[in-house]
């Protein structure tokens, strides 16, 4: 019988150099351990920023009570080669979109005076036609109007200001109105010349955690917060020893700091957990606070060595700032010449930079796209920073991950990342082309659809090529967010 046995095979000397590398199953890792490898997450984000592309254009062409909108008649006016910069309100298109928390309902804003609430479900699933009838509200404010908020306490209310107005308006969805419920406004001024007239409002901000706070950042360079509850005029001003304009502010998920970016390129951080601001909340005498840091950018963006040996570094406007909902630390920054980056909260320094081309190099005129304060927005679950293109049409998906593997961090090496096994060609930051210049853009908060507000108005859609919008497979995003 020993003849129809397989003979096996000898036993080598050193068994243990015979075992093999087997790579480490990424699937198990994550079962095991209920997180992904942050060198996956990296990899996945790579992935998916380059799966968008844009699949729907929904122009504002709305009607109010049977006849055009504003945004409609200049939408039609400049389709017929009109000049529509001769309208008394002095421009067109979408300024600002947010989603409220849940993402169930879109609200827009237009420098037509235009504020509109969508059913975002609806909007999404009717194609390249949206039925006006499920818009949830759809007025015309008669003025210009900048930015819109969602109360993240209150999933009814959403407020709009604008920076020719010293009001901030807060209405109910929940109400068939086109009034709002309540009006909010900035205390008159004194100057040397007699009564000063009212400033106008850049940008507001609802505190999570109770909604009778707001805060609103004016052009007069002070952030004012209301206690609702107590009166419609402010009950503190945080001040930034400046008459600089701030152009945008952000408080952190726990509503103790509040960051501000200002017109002359600085950023500034107040606290506002205790002391006399804390005091402040109690009462309705106006208090004026300091800010605890300030950071001018120029002078960061000096001491990254690569960037000052190619760039003449010069004070920039911040159109906007934003924090990183997937990594608290990152606040990222847009500037009025294209440029994008992150600065370290913890730190105070900058980690990550983008600069652009310049927009002369693609003979770019349109003077009206280099005025307007554009809007970037983070995707939910990955640090992408989404940023329109100030040349062209088209965003910019920017890889903004928290180490030096992303391609935009001060200290990336590209020979160092292909010793340590990283494909360079997958860590790329992504241009998707649109239809229409951006000035806004904002994700939703569990999908990562991006929503895009144009130059003329309009609504596009930039998404996951051939994803269920039903959500009957799991996406990256889910996942991930499931895990972390």
């Not at 990183?324 to 900058?350: E, I, R, T, Y």
Request: aromatic content about 8%; proline content about 5%.
């Amino acid at each position: 019988m020993d003849k129809y046995l397989v003979p096996s095979d000898p036993s080598p000397i050193n068994p243990k150099h015979s075992k093999r590398r087997r790579s480490q199953w990424k699937r198990s890792l994550l079962e095991l351990n209920g997180k992904f490898d942050r060198k996956y997450q990296h990899d996945v984000a790579a992935l998916l920023m380059q799966s968008y592309s844009e699949v729907m254009v929904l122009p504002h062409t709305y009607h109010i009570d049977g006849a055009p909108c504003q945004a409609h008649v200049n939408w039609f006016l400049r389709g017929a080669g009109t000049d529509y910069r001769q309208n008394r309100l002095g421009g067109e298109g979408i300024s600002a979109l947010e989603f409220d928390k849940k993402g169930i309902y879109l609200a827009s804003v237009t420098k037509s005076g235009c504020l509109t609430v969508h059913d975002y479900e609806s909007l999404y699933c009717n194609g390249s036609k949206e039925d006006e009838t499920k818009q949830l509200l759809h007025i015309s404010t008669g003025q210009q109007l900048d930015v819109v908020r969602w109360n993240v306490s209150n999933q009814y209310e959403v407020a709009c200001t604008s920076m020719k107005s010293s009001e901030v308006c807060i209405f109910d969805i929940g109400y068939v109105s086109s009034e709002p419920v309540e009006v909010l406004r900035k205390r008159r001024t004194i100057s040397v010349h007699g009564y000063n007239a009212h400033k106008g409002f850049s940008d507001v901000a609802f505190c999570s955690h109770d909604d009778s706070r707001l805060l609103a950042s004016d052009v007069s360079g002070v952030i004012n917060i209301w206690d609702r509850r107590a009166s419609d005029l402010p009950c503190l001003e945080l001040a930034t020893n400046s008459s600089s304009p701030l152009n945008s502010i952000k408080l952190n998920a726990d509503d103790q700091v509040i960051f501000g970016a200002s017109k002359h390129g600085t950023i500034y951080m107040w606290d506002i957990r205790g002391g006399r601001s804390s005091a402040a909340f109690q009462n309705n005498r106006v208090v004026s606070n300091s800010p605890i840091a300030t950071v001018k950018l120029a002078s960061e963006l000096e001491r990254i060595a690569t960037l000052k040996a190619q760039s003449n570094i010069v004070l920039k406007e911040i159109h906007s700032i934003d924090i990183n909902p997937s990594c608290q630390h990152q606040l990222a920054f847009h500037l009025d010449d294209g440029w994008s980056g992150v600065l370290d909260v913890h730190s105070l320094k900058v980690t990550h930079i983008h600069c652009p081309p310049p927009p002369w190099l693609d003979d770019f005129s349109d003077l009206s796209n280099l005025r307007c304060l554009r809007k970037p927005s983070w995707l939910p679950a990955y640090p992408i920073y989404v940023v329109g293109s100030l040349s062209s049409n088209g965003l910019y998906l920017l890889d903004f991950y928290p180490d030096c593997s992303s391609p935009c961090h001060v200290d990336f090496n590209e020979e160092m990342q292909e010793l340590y096994g990283v494909k360079s060609q997958h860590k790329q930051n992504q241009f998707v082309p649109t239809t229409e210049g951006v000035t806004a853009c904002i994700a939703h908060p569990s999908s990562g659809t991006i929503l895009v507000g144009t130059e003329r108005s309009s609504l596009l859609v930039i998404s996951q090529t051939g994803n269920s919008f039903q959500g009957t497979h799991d996406s990256p995003e889910d996942n991930l967010r499931r895990t972390s």
